[in-house]
């Protein structure tokens, strides 16, 4: 499984403007061209990967839209299985594959009038990616995916070591506040020779963004 990890990014690593908060907010700092490199990656990759808070705050159909290309498979890992009834993914037709965990089986059941969703079980009360990874490359053919995730879900698959290639839109503003979600946030590390290590792949100055595609050590 290749699993590139797309974001746009402030000047210090934020990716909101506060817990709750859409990031819909950053794209407005985007050209139309950078739009469009995003939805390339969308639509050469055969599954995008967001977060519940994702769902909830953004709303987001995860389509591509800017370019010609197939629309990726959404993928939603949740825990509590309890997306917004409104949810675009839920709504629009397209396929969305729910990932959550044994547990939620019976409640599963009440997505099921849902015709584009179709759900993953792994791990009996805590989501085991490493099995729902396997079975999304075994029963959907999906060996490429596209990670739209939040601060959480980032560090779980880093920490995890899933993550192939990491790919920054750095933008040029400052957000700030401690409390404000960075590309990666969770547990952290509290020595050097634990962080997880990419190389730099390039650096691509693109107007007043730049590009910074690192791939894994």
């Not at 599963?108 to 009360?125: I, K, T």
């Not at 939040?150 to 880093?158: A, C, D, F, Y």
């Amino acid at each position: 499984m290749k699993i590139s990890l797309v974001s746009e990014v402030s000047i210090d690593g934020k990716i909101t403007f506060g817990e709750g908060k859409s990031s819909k907010d950053l794209f407005s700092l985007l050209s139309q061209e950078d739009m469009e490199f995003i939805h390339q990656i969308r639509g050469r990759v055969e599954g995008i990967l967001v977060g519940m808070n994702t769902i909830r705050y953004d709303n987001p159909s995860l389509t591509c839209r800017y370019v010609e290309g197939a629309n990726p498979i959404r993928i939603i890992p949740t825990r509590s299985l309890e997306l917004p009834e409104d949810a675009t993914v839920l709504n629009d037709g397209i396929p969305t594959i729910l990932i959550t965990t044994e547990s939620n089986r019976e409640k599963a059941d009440s997505y099921r009038s849902y015709d584009n969703v179709r759900f993953v079980f792994a791990g009996e009360n805590k989501i085991d990616f490493a099995n729902a990874f396997a079975q999304l490359e075994i029963q959907y053919d999906i060996h490429t995916i596209m990670l739209e995730g939040g601060g959480t879900l980032n560090w779980t698959l880093i920490d995890k070591n899933m993550i192939s290639e990491i790919i920054i839109i750095r933008l040029p503003i400052i957000i700030g506040g401690k409390d404000n979600v960075s590309l990666v946030d969770g547990e952290g590390y509290s020595e050097c020779s634990l962080a997880k290590k990419y190389c730099l792949k390039s650096v691509e100055l693109r107007g007043n963004v730049t590009i910074n595609n690192y791939v894994k050590a």
